[in-house]
């Protein structure tokens, strides 16, 4: 069954650091999203990304963030300078379509972000 | 503004007692609703979703919800829940029209005890 890949599993950094979040969504999908999971909280739109531009972003996507989707493959959240918090899961998904019966993500298994 | 409710923050039950989790939500428009299962160290799974028709939908796992329009809910069911099930279960709802966010709701742990 085709997948949603992340990468790293787990990032340790410094406050103050730039962070990069790699994805690759499946290879037919259109459509690209990053959430994100602090500790303990529900999980939360960032993002979403469709004909190389942003669709769509949530108050929580501020100036320190940023996507990009450089080669056909992957799909990159930026965190240009880190926050405490910032630390949290970072879901990638992808879906091939938006509309009735198209609209469901595939999840990636999310990367961890610890900024210290 | 859109919003989930999960009612359970952790629910804890013996094998093969039944499940309920409650979902309620708020949505200024028709919507997509859907439950989604994440196993320890995994990522989140589609255990299934309602779009339209019959209200009362089935799942993977012999999990099924049922969505009550008047209500605005989407409870999840098992009849007899395994160890095999315990997990964080999300409900979310997706507008039928923008770009296909998903709103989650907090998210409900069940320890399932053999």
């Known amino acids: 069954e085709p997948e949603v890949t992340q990468t790293p599993s787990h990032q340790v950094t410094q406050m103050g650091q730039e962070v990069i979040l790699r994805c690759v969504p499946i290879s037919n999908h259109l459509y690209f999203y990053w959430y994100r999971q602090i500790l303990g909280q529900k999980v939360e739109f960032l993002v979403s990304?469709?004909?190389?531009?942003?669709?769509?972003k949530s108050e929580i996507f501020d100036d320190q963030f940023s996507v990009e989707r450089p080669d056909g493959s992957n799909f990159t959240l930026k965190i240009r300078s880190t926050k405490l918090e910032d630390s949290a899961m970072y879901f990638c998904?992808?879906?091939?379509?938006?509309?009735?019966?198209?609209?469901?993500?595939?999840f990636g298994a999310g990367s961890r972000l610890t900024v210290l | 503004a859109q919003s989930v409710s999960q009612h359970n923050h952790h629910v804890i039950l013996s094998e093969a007692a039944s499940l309920e989790l409650g979902c309620n939500y708020s949505y200024g428009g028709t919507v997509n609703l859907f439950w989604y299962v994440q196993y320890p160290g995994q990522h989140l799974q589609l255990l299934l979703k309602y779009f339209s028709g019959d209200p009362l939908v089935k799942g993977i796992k012999g999990f099924e919800a049922e969505f009550i329009k008047s209500k605005f809910s989407f409870n999840l069911r098992k009849p007899s829940v395994q160890w095999s099930d315990t997990a964080e279960y999300f409900c979310?709802?997706?507008?039928?029209?923008?770009?296909?966010?998903?709103?989650f709701g907090t998210g409900t742990r069940l320890t399932v005890i053999p």
């Open positions: 979310a709802v997706a507008g039928r029209t923008g770009a296909n966010n998903l709103f």
């Open positions: 998904a992808s879906t091939w379509g938006l509309y009735s019966g198209a609209n469901v993500l595939t």
């Open positions: 990304f469709y004909n190389n531009e942003i669709s769509e």
